[in-house]
Antibody, heavy 121, light 107 residues
Framework: QLQLQESGPGLVKPSETLSLTCIVS??????????WGWIRQPPGKGLEWIGN???????YSHPSLKSRLTISVDTAKNQFSLTLTSVTAADTAVYFC?????????????WGQGTLVTVSS | DIQMTQSPSSLSASVGDRVTITCRAS??????LAWYQQKPGKAPELLIY???SLQSGVPSRFSGSGSGTDFTLAISSLQPEDFATYFC?????????FGQGTKVDIK
């Protein structure tokens, strides 16, 4: 049974770097039929796609975040990560990681529970 | 970016009602459309992908239709556990974008 679990600090200071990891269990992150993605949701607002990563390291990122964003994968640890630099209050959100099947259209078929990251001094 | 517009933004309905939610894309997206249900404090859950394919384990009262720019999510007979917020998402081209959400609450 697939499980995804986000981990990382819940509080980050403005201008600093936000780092999150998604630990995958119950499936191999090296499976060729999946990408792995990040999505965020500011409190009380809608969903925003952040980016996707393949086991090979291929990434797709939101253009508005691309200059600050790094998404990487660690196949040995079966996890993938997000790093966002120079954060502001606008980056305060619940961050979700999710799995993306690639053989039946693109979509998020399984999600982590999400982790709230607050940007504040 | 492709803009996804859902309507209505909210609706009130009763158990047993048929409910429809529409999602319009600002550009052609073929059938690259997914629907999610989200309950308060929880992660979204996939209902429909490629516009009309029912995700495994999702009740058959949920259905999706449409292609191109206009899409619909229908719930044939609303159940108590269906009161939630619903989002559409286009995955035809990057950056992927979501609709603003439709909140379904109890009349």
């Amino acid at each position: 049974q697939l499980q995804l679990q986000e981990s990382g600090p819940g509080l980050v200071k403005p201008s600093e770097t936000l780092s999150l990891t998604c630990i995958v269990s119950g499936d191999s992150i090296s499976a060729t039929t999946y990408y792995w993605g990040w999505i965020r949701q500011p409190p009380g607002k809608g969903l925003e796609w952040i980016g996707n990563v393949y086991y090979s390291g291929t990434t797709y990122s939101h253009p508005s975040l691309k200059s600050r964003l790094t998404i990487s994968v660690d196949t040995a640890k079966n996890q993938f990560s997000l790093t966002l630099t120079s954060v502001t209050a606008a980056d305060t959100a619940v961050y979700f990681c999710a799995r993306v099947p690639v053989t039946s259209g693109w979509h998020f078929d399984s999600w982590g529970q999400g982790t709230l990251v607050t940007v504040s001094s | 970016d492709i803009q996804m517009t859902q309507s209505p933004s909210s609706l009130s309905a009763s158990v047993g009602d048929r409910v429809t939610i529409t999602c319009r894309a600002s550009q052609y997206i073929s059938r690259g459309l997914a629907w999610y249900q989200q309950k308060p404090g929880k992660a979204p859950e996939l209902l429909i992908y490629t516009a009309s394919s029912l995700q495994s384990g999702v009740p058959s009262r949920f259905s999706g239709s449409g292609s191109g720019t206009d899409f619909t999510l229908a719930i044939s007979s609303l159940q108590p556990e269906d009161f939630a917020t619903y989002f559409c998402q286009q995955t035809n081209s990057f950056p992927w974008t979501f609709g603003q959400g439709t909140k379904v609450d109890i009349k």
